[in-house]
């Protein structure tokens, strides 16, 4: 067949194309109902899948007043003003007033090594000219720049000797101030021969004055404070400068001691006095080691506070003894806090964390740092109910905003009407009306004061199905001074507001879900429909077009014919 007879009406001049497509228009109006259907259906869908979250926000905010602990939190708060006292109240703890008396705060024990441990700056000498500024074995590092004495700057390098620091100062101060060390009692001191020993100024850059302990005490002659050899924190205990030797170790350098019965190990050959208070420190042992670089010594102080003892044990000859903590220690013993609740008896603790343990009121928890009386008020938190409250009356005035503005009719007026997309479902306004009725039945088999939310003040918003706090005095009154029937109404098992919303929430989302099922399902088999009429349709027009093309093939056909009868005509007539 000649591809140029599928052009309408080329033979017939009769343009059948468009006459199919009519009539293929008019048998697909059944197809383009069923998808005017569909198209609904799915909007149906969607409105009832937004009503679902909304209900499911709705529940969620139902199941925050169902908790027991919403109503039993309470808040912990101090009469007295600017107070540094931190209060706290765990849920149902009695609510009331409480004054607390401190008359002793509680601290911790700690243990004191003896003084200098470290072995002096140059015990074999007073001579110290082989001893460098950056080698001082001292607990404060004597940095490079300039120092004053009476008024004069004296240089000082890390690579210089003390020996070099001391004619230095001669130097400065025109041979008036000289400076000495004393190996005996490892002190330096300076003597002025025309008078005092002023030292220091705003402008010195080197911390000399204040490594070497030397400070001004209005006389000609100055003297370290304190002996200056010091333990180095960072250097291996075999060469931390210890006055005493370590010789209770294995041939590894390896030893042991206990601090509270928990076993402390180190090596003096691999090991620092800073690792090893590191590692007492992340012990169980529950005290903290620390180097007082003033008094050269180590401290032992317990974590917690109380009067409790710190042990320690090692061999003789061990670290602990080279630390001076085994003999000649001073024992500080712990305070236990002492104070009274109401008025009562005295009261210890031996924390300043003042709780149940101590004062009986449970729950409650009161941490203190000064001596001094001041006054708890413990009240229900009423501001958290109120915000899980308001919480529920958004939750549902939003359910039954989108029941009422999916489900309306309405009129403009002139007689014309508009539905909205939901106006034909029954159910979803029954879900409206049972839900309104739901939340302001009366509770069954409360005997306290709150049985309805309108005992809360909550009300419908005057021409709407919404709710609101309507008296929010009454609503503040019922949750400070009738908390436990205001908590009984909601938490109740089974019967309370909050158990029978979470029923009822669940079955009309079930239902909700079901709905939309159905719909989902008669929108598959308006698919089918649609697609078998376009099958159908599509056979229709190809056997249409098939007997048009023929049509126009037998009209050619006829039209060659008379041509040719004409021709023959013609020649016959000549």
Excluded: C
């Excluded at 000649?2 to 052009?7: D, N, P």
């Excluded at 209005?218 to 304190?226: M, N, P, Q």
């Excluded at 032992?300 to 061999?315: F, P, Q, R």
């Excluded at 909601?490 to 239902?511: H, N, Y």
């Amino acid at each position: 067949m000649a591809t140029g007879l599928q052009v309408a009406g080329l033979a017939s001049n009769f343009d059948w194309k468009s006459f199919v497509d009519q009539i293929m228009k008019v048998e697909h109006a059944p197809a383009d109902r069923l998808a005017t259907e569909q198209t609904k259906n799915s909007q149906k869908v969607a409105l009832l899948t937004s009503l679902g979250t909304q209900l499911t926000a709705l529940q969620t905010s139902a199941a925050s007043l169902q908790s027991g602990a919403l109503f039993g939190k309470r808040t912990a708060t101090f009469s007295t003003s600017g107070s540094t006292w931190a209060p706290a109240a765990a849920t149902d703890t009695a609510a009331g007033t409480y004054t607390i008396v401190v008359s002793q705060l509680a601290t911790a024990a700690s243990l004191k090594g003896v003084n200098d441990i470290g072995r002096a700056l140059y015990p074999a000498s007073n001579d110290v000219s082989g001893l460098t500024i950056a080698s001082l074995p001292i607990g404060q590092a004597a940095t490079a720049g300039v120092f004053s004495v009476n008024g004069k700057q004296v240089p000082v390098a890390l690579t210089d000797s003390l020996q070099d620091v001391f004619a230095a100062i001669s130097t400065a101060t025109g041979g008036d101030v000289t400076a000495t060390y004393n190996r005996t009692t490892d002190k330096i001191t300076l003597t002025s021969a025309s008078g005092n020993v002023m030292l220091g100024a705003a402008n010195d850059t080197s911390t000399f004055i204040r490594a070497l302990k030397l400070g001004n005490n209005g006389t000609g002659t100055v003297t370290s404070s304190a002996q200056l050899g010091a333990v180095k924190s960072f250097a291996t205990l075999a060469n931390a400068n210890l006055t005493t030797a370590i010789t209770a170790v294995d041939g590894a350098g390896a030893g042991t001691f206990s601090i509270n019965g928990v076993a402390i190990a180190y090596n003096v050959n691999t090991d620092t006095l800073s690792s090893v208070m590191g590692r007492i420190n992340a012990s169980t042992a529950g005290v903290a080691a620390s180097y007082d670089t003033v008094n050269d010594r180590l401290v032992l102080a317990n974590k917690g506070t109380g009067d409790l003892g710190i042990s320690v044990n090692e061999t003789a000859g061990g670290l602990l003894g080279a630390l001076g903590l085994t003999s000649g220690v001073t024992f500080a013993r712990g305070l236990d806090a002492k104070f009274t609740l109401n008025g009562g008896d005295t009261l210890t603790s031996s924390s300043n964390t003042l709780d149940a343990t101590t004062h009986g009121v449970a729950g409650l928890s009161v941490t203190v740092n000064a001596v001094d009386t001041q006054t708890i008020n413990v009240a229900a938190d009423t501001s958290a109910m109120r915000k899980a409250i308001e919480s529920f009356i958004t939750g549902y005035n939003a359910v039954q905003q989108f029941i009422d503005n999916n489900t309306k009719v309405s009129s403009n007026g002139k007689g014309k009407v508009s539905a909205a997309v939901l106006a034909s479902n029954r159910e979803i306004q029954d879900w409206g009306r049972s839900l309104r009725h739901m939340v302001f039945d009366a509770v069954a088999g409360l005997t306290g004061s709150v049985k309805r939310l309108d005992d809360l003040g909550i009300d419908f918003k005057p021409g709407t199905n919404e709710i609101a706090i309507n008296d929010g005095a009454k609503l503040d009154a019922a949750l400070a001074g009738k908390t436990t029937d205001a908590g009984a109404f909601f938490t109740t098992a089974t019967t309370g507001f909050a158990a029978k919303l979470d029923i009822f929430i669940k079955k009309i989302a079930q239902q909700n879900t079901d709905q939309q099922d159905r719909l989902n399902k008669t929108n598959t088999s308006i698919d089918d429909q649609i697609a078998a009429i376009e099958r159908r349709l599509e056979q229709q027009r190809t056997v249409m077009e098939s007997a048009f093309i023929h049509m126009e093939s037998v009209q050619q056909k006829l039209k060659q014919q008379q041509s040719s009868l004409d021709g023959m005509l013609a020649r016959s007539s000549n």
